[in-house]
T-cell receptor, first 118, second 109 residues
Framework: GAVVSQHPSWVICKSGTSVKIECRSL??????MFWYRQFPKQSLMLMAT?????????EQGVEKDKFLINHASLTLSTLTVTSAHPEDSSFYIC??????????????FGDGTRLSIL | RKEVEQDPGPFNVPEGATVAFNCTYS??????FFWYRQDCRKEPKLLMS???SGNEDGRFTAQLNRASQYISLLIRDSKLSDSATYLC??????????FGAGTRLAVHP
């Protein structure tokens, strides 16, 4: 079946570092990908919609200059957490749905990236 | 009011029990509905889509009530392996998938 790959799975780094997370659709093209964040014991919160070839659409309250999204190809979206601080520590997950696939079809999720900022 | 609301639980049930979860939503324009299962520290995995006519997959039955704006998930003959957090998800315009906070289920021997 369709697979979404996310890399890296774990990141531990110092405060102030910028961290890039990759999300790839392995066997389908995805015009749109989605980035979520999940804090412990809380739900998945949609951060932004990544659009191939154009600017990402951010949800209310998400700083676009803090969370840079690039979707340069139909199979790759990246999320960069700039100047990360301990409060950015969270579980980041991407998802994608194949281009042209109906809304009734579910999205496919990556394995997630656990980010820990010291 | 949150866009998607779920009872957080936890629901603690013995093996073999039947358990039901509800999820209410506020946006009547929502078009597609799903139940996902999420294990601790893992990504969500699709359990089943939810259709207006209701649908069943083995021990799992999902229902959609558009008039009252809720979806439900029924699990029969609970197994220990069913212990997880169950997320309802819905999407509408702009292709966005929004989740509820999740309901925790703990099945004990």
């Amino acid at each position: 079946g369709a697979v979404v790959s996310q890399h890296p799975s774990w990141v531990i780094c110092k405060s102030g570092t910028s961290v890039k997370i990759e999300c790839r659709s392995l066997d389908f093209q995805a015009t749109t990908m989605f980035w979520y964040r999940q804090f412990p014991k809380q739900s998945l919160m949609l951060m932004a919609t990544s659009n191939e070839g154009s600017k990402a659409t951010y949800e209310q309250g998400v700083e676009k200059d803090k969370f840079l999204i690039n979707h340069a190809s139909l199979t790759l979206s990246t999320l960069t957490v700039t100047s990360a601080h301990p409060e950015d520590s969270s579980f980041y997950i991407c998802s994608a749905r194949g281009t042209g696939v109906r809304l009734t079809q579910p999205q496919h999720f990556g394995d997630g990236t656990r980010l820990s900022i010291l | 009011r949150k866009e998607v609301e779920q009872d957080p639980g936890p629901f603690n049930v013995p093996e073999g029990a039947t358990v039901a979860f509800n999820c209410t939503y506020s946006n009547s324009a929502s078009q597609s509905f799903f139940w996902y299962r999420q294990d601790c520290r893992k990504e969500p995995k699709l359990l089943m889509s939810v259709y207006s006519s209701g649908n069943e997959d083995g021990r799992f039955t999902a229902q959609l009530n558009r008039a009252s704006q809720y979806i439900s998930l029924l699990i029969r003959d609970s197994k220990l392996s069913d212990s997880a957090t169950y997320l309802c998800g819905l999407s509408g315009g702009y292709n966005k998938l929004i989740f509820g906070a999740g309901t925790r289920l703990a099945v004990h021997p």
